[in-house]
């Protein structure tokens, strides 16, 4: 159990273009997800917190405008990158709370996102 | 703000060894402290999780220690074998549903044979 997927697992896409990831919770229900971006050899940093029915919460220096994020439901939450430049090229990776008896979070796999 | 350092960017150990890592945090002390593993373009699979109360946890061929005066806690594989090879993680969290955790950069485990 406690299954996160991500879609798609890999995008190479022109400058410019915009570039949406979706994060599933497969068999649990998530009332918060998490997306995060890591660089190569660096620590996964945290981009916005997402809650179902309301409005992401970002962390400092990350654009809300330019990567939209969406709870539409307890299980799916997705992140778009508007306007891709190539130095938004990066892993993201997002992460559901199922939030039993601690703060239980379980991972998708990541999209390795190329701009060109 | 807390911040959380782990000290090796990467640890090379023989098989049959154990393999020690180190985490270590600034300021307060979290309500847990979490270990991941992650592999190359992969997302990070959950490990172990240790109490700010408790002292030690085993799961298997892993042991965790927390020790909240030194502000640290300690990773250990034993009989470590090169699938043990990952960068291992370790992540703060404050315990609160719902709150992001806070990662380490990781420790690059190469376990040879």
């Known amino acids: 159990g406690a299954v996160v997927s991500q879609h798609p697992s890999r995008v190479i896409c022109k400058s410019g273009t915009s570039v949406k990831i979706e994060c599933r919770s497969l068999d ?9 971006r890591q660089f190569p050899k660096q620590s996964l940093m945290l981009m916005a917190t997402s809650n179902e029915g ?14 939209l994020i969406n709870h539409a439901s307890l299980t799916l939450s997705t992140l778009t990158v508007t ?19 601690y703060n239980e979070q379980f991972f998708g796999p990541g999209t390795r996102l190329t701009v060109l | 703000s807390q911040k959380i350092e782990q000290n090796s960017e990467a640890l090379n150990i023989q098989e049959g060894k154990t393999a ?19 592999d190359p373009g992969r997302g990070p699979v959950f490990l172990l999780l240790i ?25 250990h594989i034993t009989a470590s074998q090169p699938a043990d090879s990952a960068t291992y993680l370790c992540a703060l969290d404050i ?9 380490g950069k990781g420790t ?6």
């Open chain 1, 28 to 36: 649990f229900q998530a009332t918060t997800m998490f997306w995060y």
């Open chain 1, 54 to 67: 309301s409005k992401a919460t970002y962390e400092q220096g990350v654009e809300k405008d330019k990567f």
């Open chain 1, 83 to 101: 306007s891709a430049h190539p130095e938004d090229s990066s892993f993201y990776i997002c992460s559901a709370n199922r939030g039993r008896t």
């Open chain 2, 20 to 38: 020690t890592l180190t985490c270590n945090y600034t300021n307060y002390s979290p309500a847990y402290l979490q270990w991941y593993r992650q």
């Open chain 2, 51 to 75: 109490r700010e109360n408790e002292k030690e946890k085993r799961k298997e061929r892993l042991k965790v220690t927390f020790d909240t005066t030194l502000k640290q806690s300690l990773f």
């Open chain 2, 95 to 103: 315990g609160q549903a719902g709150t992001a955790l806070i990662f």
């Open chain 2, 108 to 113: 690059t485990l190469s376990v040879s044979s």
